[in-house]
């Protein structure tokens, strides 16, 4: 019973929660973002500006169904196995540890430095950093086949919608749970060693201030139909709606481009940007013929696992001699992904 009211907790903490992305204040800001920008840039009324944002055919696509079942079984599976995972702090306390055991560097060399400064600087750093580590994970789940395997699950969704975040497969998103706790740690303990024990955030509704900045500036627009697009020299720094709905596209040109979560920045430095274009006609998916039967709990679920196991299967084999074709669809998609 316990189990079940945790579940239930859980699912609504998502939406209450301001350190998550689909907290309900963030909601409802894209959809105001979204309305402001089909009435003053797409030039519709605000009956019709409604009627788009809140289309039946994307809400109760074959796509959106398999995200809404898709968030509410990845709750379940994480709410059992998180509390077994390493966190940010245990990464922490370890790399202060084992910076306070090599002292390569005074520690508390900037300790005497202003409070604001401390905060404002671990703030930026906090975000900059997880970010980063956002980008790095991101294009190696695109570059290799055993975690394109994965990945391929979030862009097996023909439609998006803000739900479309949560369609991960769960052994993707345990590699980004690590990712953040290694992120965080690291930055943790940077800090914590140079600047001592005045490192703090600065946070709005306990969410770190950047993050919140993010979130009501239309995160969830990102995955949605609205294609809202940015000036061009802004989609250097930050990414635009439409510059992720090109990285869900099927069209060869968009293929590995805009790996980037909230900053652009990564994209120019490391040549992966792409602008935004009117993203209306867009097609989205793997690209595959059978792109709408790649919504089934087989294919979200057991098929990556297979994939992802056929992968080093096919590794076993080709070290220890055997001639055995073992299939791997994962390699058919990333070479497509590739071309
Ligand atoms: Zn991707
Ligand atoms: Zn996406």
Redesign the pocket.
Known sequence: MEFFFDIFQNLIDQFTNPKKRVFVLYLFLSILIATGWLIFYKKKSLKDSFKFIFSRKIFFSKSAKSDYKVFFINQIIMLLVSPHLLTQITIATALYFFFFEIQFIEMGLFSSAPQYLIISLFTLTHFVVDDFSKYIVHRWMHKWPFLWALHKV??S?TN?TPM??FRTHPLEGLVFTLRSAFAQGVTISTFVYFFGSGVDLYTILGANLFVFLFNIFGSNL??SHIGIRYWKWLEYILISPAQ?HL??SVAKEHYNKNYGAALALWDWIFGSLHHSEDTDNLTLGLGTEDDQKKHTLKELYTIPVLEFLGFFKKRFYLLFGRKKKVKDESEIYFKKSLQ
Request: aromatic residues 0%; glycine residues 0%.
């Open positions: 979030h862009h969704a998006l479309t975040v990102r995955h992720h990285h869900h």
